[in-house]
């Protein structure tokens, strides 16, 4: 009954930006965190973004200062702009939120969304 829907990936030069985006759909009381992660191919999943239902937002360091987060709750979409990018942001990126529905807090996962960075 929750989805969430990804867009925005690509292929880009190094240097260059782009600008994810990700929204829930679905039966929602309330969204808490939010958050993007990546995967390259034979590595784990790793943390690249959180932001909290207050907007307070964390960063892997890797990707500070260069990565930013935020969400738009009227819409219930989380949104990264990815500047300066490095072949090394090379990844399949995924969307997770927090949904506070049948009494308790659950995870939900994007489909992924592919980024390709150029050398």
């Known amino acids: 009954q929750v989805q969430l829907v990804e867009s925005g990936g690509g292929l880009v030069q190094a240097g260059g930006s782009l600008g994810l985006s990700c929204a829930v759909s679905?039966?929602?009381?309330?969204?808490?965190?939010m958050g993007w992660y990546r995967q390259a191919p034979g590595k784990q999943r790793e943390l690249v973004a959180t932001?909290?239902?207050?907007?307070?937002?964390n960063y892997a360091d890797s990707v500070k200062g260069r990565f930013t987060i935020s969400r738009d709750n009227a819409k219930n979409t989380v949104y990264l702009q990815l500047n300066s990018l490095k072949p090394e942001d090379t990844a399949v990126y995924y969307c997770?939120?927090?949904?506070?529905?049948?009494?308790?807090?659950?995870?939900?996962w994007g489909q992924g969304t592919q980024v390709t960075v150029s050398s």
């Open positions: 997770n939120a927090r949904v506070f529905r049948t009494f308790r807090y659950i995870d939900y």
């Open positions: 679905g039966s929602i009381f309330s969204i808490d965190n």
């Open positions: 932001i909290t239902s207050g907007s307070s937002t």
